[in-house]
C-alpha cells in the first residue's frame, strides 16, 4: 500500500517556468489537499479538494491551480513561477479528521 | 479562528534526559489533535492523535500527550530522548467537519550527545 506519492521529489525551476506536482493517493479517500512548508511557518494551506470535480481555495493559493478528475489524483499547477514560491510542498489526504502525508517536493525557483 | 502555537521553535536536550514540548491551541468546536514528526528531508509522520476519551494518549516511538482543555493544550512528551529523536515536531488541531488542519510552527529539537 503506497499511502500518498509524490513527484518530483526535487525541483528547480526558472521564474515564470509553469510546471505540474503530481499527488496520487491509493486509499480512497475523498479529501486531498496541499500545503507548503516554510521555515518558521509551519504548513500553509494552498487548495484542497472533498471528492473529484470539487476544488477550493485555501490559505495561501495564489499562484497556483488544482484539479480533481479522480479520487486518486491531486495535480497541484504552478502558472508561472516565482522565487517566493520556493518552498516544500506536500499532498495529503483524509480520512475523517486524519491526515496522511506524501514526501514532499522541494522546489527552487531562481 | 482557530489557530496553534508552539512557544519554542528549538530546543536542545541531552540524550537519556526527559522531553516536553508545548502547544497551544484556539478553535471554536471541539479539537481533534495531532502530533506530526519530520525528520530531515522526510515527509511527515503522525506521533500520536487525540480525539476523545482519555486525556492522555499514548504514541509510537514512545511518546505521549496530554490534552488539558482547561488550559487549552496538547504537550508533547518522552521520558527519555534518543539520538534518532532529533527532527522537528509539529502539533495540528483540527475537526470532523473541518476543511483544513491548522498547524503550529514547528519545533526543532536537538540531542547532544
Known amino acids: 500500500n503506497a499511502g500518498v506519492t509524490q513527484t518530483p521529489k526535487f525541483q528547480v525551476l526558472k521564474t515564470g517556468q509553469s510546471m505540474t506536482l503530481q499527488c496520487a493517493q491509493d486509499m480512497n479517500h475523498e479529501y486531498m489537499s496541499w500545503y507548503r512548508q516554510d521555515p518558521g511557518m509551519g504548513l500553509r494551506l494552498i487548495h484542497y479538494?472533498?471528492?473529484?470535480?470539487?476544488?477550493d481555495q485555501g490559505e495561501v493559493p495564489n499562484g497556483y491551480n488544482v484539479s480533481r478528475s479522480t479520487t486518486e489524483d491531486f495535480p497541484l499547477r504552478l502558472l508561472s513561477a516565482a522565487p517566493s514560491q520556493t518552498s516544500v510542498y506536500f499532498c495529503?489526504?483524509?480520512?475523517?479528521?486524519?491526515?496522511?502525508f506524501g514526501q514532499g517536493t522541494r522546489l527552487t525557483v531562481v | 479562528a482557530q489557530s496553534v502555537t508552539q512557544p519554542d521553535i528549538h530546543i536542545t536536550v541531552s540524550e537519556g534526559a526527559s522531553l516536553e514540548l508545548r502547544c497551544n491551541y484556539s478553535?471554536?468546536?471541539?479539537?481533534?489533535l495531532f502530533w506530526y514528526v519530520q525528520s530531515p528531508g522526510q515527509g511527515l509522520q503522525l506521533l500520536l492523535k487525540?480525539?476523545?476519551?482519555?486525556?492522555l494518549v499514548q504514541g509510537i516511538k514512545g511518546f505521549e500527550a496530554e490534552f488539558k482543555r482547561s488550559q487549552s493544550s496538547f504537550n508533547l512528551r518522552k521520558p527519555s530522548v534518543h539520538w534518532s529523536d532529533a527532527a522537528e515536531y509539529f502539533c495540528?488541531?483540527?475537526?470532523?467537519?473541518?476543511?483544513?488542519?491548522?498547524f503550529g510552527q514547528g519545533t526543532r529539537l536537538t540531542i547532544n550527545p
Open positions: 487525540y480525539f476523545s476519551g482519555d486525556t
Open positions: 495540528a488541531v483540527g475537526g470532523q467537519g473541518a476543511q483544513k488542519l491548522v
Open positions: 479538494s472533498v471528492g473529484a470535480g470539487i476544488t
Open positions: 478553535y471554536g468546536a471541539t479539537p481533534y
Open positions: 495529503a489526504s483524509r480520512v475523517g479528521p486524519e491526515a496522511f
